[in-house]
């Protein structure tokens, strides 16, 4: 799967860390505030049947993405983005 960008998608991101270490990033649209995002973050279980438990997220940079890169920092969770989140975004793009 290859993630195309624009100048027309407002894309948002946040980039989250688990109690294991390992982050994960996550996108959305531009219309969304960060500190909203990450509040719903938080309520995302881990599977929806059986013995279900909700995984701990951490929000630990946020931004935006413009022409495949995470830049910018968000107000609502003082938060700004890191070289390591472009990483991850790369990542993702590539996972089949």
Known sequence: MEIIFNEDN???????????????????????????????????????HGNWERIYRKPVAAGFVENGK????????????RLKDTELLKVRGTEK
């Not at 407002?10 to 989250?16: H, L, P, S």
């Not at 830049?71 to 983005?81: A, D, F, N, V």
């Open 10 to 48: 407002n894309i948002k991101f946040i980039t989250t860390q688990d109690e294991n270490g390992k982050e994960d990033i996550f996108l959305f649209p531009n219309n969304i505030d960060h500190d909203a995002m990450a509040e719903a973050l938080e309520g995302i279980r881990n599977q929806t």
């Open 70 to 81: 995470c830049i910018g920092r968000s107000e609502t969770l003082g938060l700004k983005s």
